[in-house]
């Protein structure tokens, strides 16, 4: 099944990479393979399909709109799988951060180092610069707060990267009713609960967190609070869930996981003298509590 999965991600990639080429031409000097289906665990049910480009220097006002239209394209095959595909994108001076523009964040940036799959082209990767520590660690943080914690205000660079066209409240929402997240399907479902599992990794150990290496780097923690919860979404990632059984887990384990993540980054952010957003976090924090139901009337 894995493999299945994996040709109809590939088969998105086929389609894009000579789109771009043609509408790029010699702009275009890379293009490799990102995400799950680099490093391994594509799931058609849920994973999106992650293309990077390099292009030449400089990065211009065109290569954006020109990328977007490409995307759009692609997008419009029909398909789960082709709606889903996500394209970042740079110049050897964006990526080596000598100059500002394209769309390369410092989470995907590492994972084009560590597990980029070269589909046309040449290898340019080591052009890009290695982001450190505490530059991961923030832009985790950054990027949890849009997609996860609600942010009613974020850069621009960061309302692209997390698609944010929702209502302030939705995540701490579904935390409420369970039954609304699992109804949301499990690509939605999944996401909302690996995502605090794997910037949890990322913040620890300074690699990508792959859903199955930041799970079982979790599960091999002392007294992880939502062991039971992580184990069956990495499931649920291949197979959609029984609806009652997944709403009673996410009832149990969902906010003590997101009270772990959101503690851990906050004593992190403190110590990289980043005060003002894990002020941010504490404000989660005392959403997420006021979020929750109370005991006996959860539903």
């Not at 400089?58 to 394209?73: E, F, G, K, N």
């Not at 944010?164 to 939705?170: G, I, K």
């Amino acid at each position: 099944m894995a493999e299945a999965d994996a040709d109809l991600g590939e088969a998105v990639l086929a389609r894009a990479v000579p789109a771009y080429r043609a509408a790029l031409g010699s702009r275009l000097l890379a293009g490799y393979a990102l995400g799950s289906l680099a490093h391994g665990g594509f799931s058609a049910l849920v994973s999106d399909v992650d293309l990077g480009l390099i292009l030449r220097d400089p990065a211009t006002v065109q290569d954006r709109l020109t990328i977007r239209a490409v995307a759009r394209s692609v997008r419009a095959g029909g398909s789960a799988l082709d709606q889903r595909l996500s394209v970042f994108w740079g110049t050897p001076a964006t990526l080596g951060g000598q100059r500002r523009g394209g769309r390369f964040p410092p989470l995907d940036r590492l994972d084009l180092l560590e597990y980029g799959r070269l589909l046309t082209g040449q290898d340019l990767r080591s052009a890009a610069a290695r982001p450190d520590h505490a530059e991961l660690l923030v832009a985790g943080a950054e990027f949890a707060l849009g997609y996860l914690g609600g942010a009613a205000r974020l850069p621009d660079r960061l309302r692209s990267w997390a698609r944010l066209r929702r209502p302030d409240d939705t995540v701490l929402n579904e935390i409420r009713a369970p039954a609304r997240l699992v109804s949301r399907g499990p690509r939605r479902l999944t996401k909302i609960v690996l995502f605090p599992v794997r910037f949890l990794f990322t913040a620890e150990t300074g690699q990508v967190g792959t859903n199955t290496r930041a799970a079982e780097h979790y599960l091999a923690s002392a007294n992880p609070p939502a062991a039971a919860l992580v184990t069956a979404a990495l499931t649920w990632r291949l197979e959609p869930p029984a609806a009652e059984e997944a709403t009673a887990l996410l009832r149990r384990e969902l906010i003590p996981l997101y009270l772990q993540y959101i503690d851990d980054h906050i004593a992190r952010l403190h110590a990289v003298n980043h005060h003002r957003l894990a002020r941010r976090f504490q404000r989660w924090r005392l959403r997420l509590l006021a979020a929750a139901p109370s005991p006996g009337k959860g539903r």
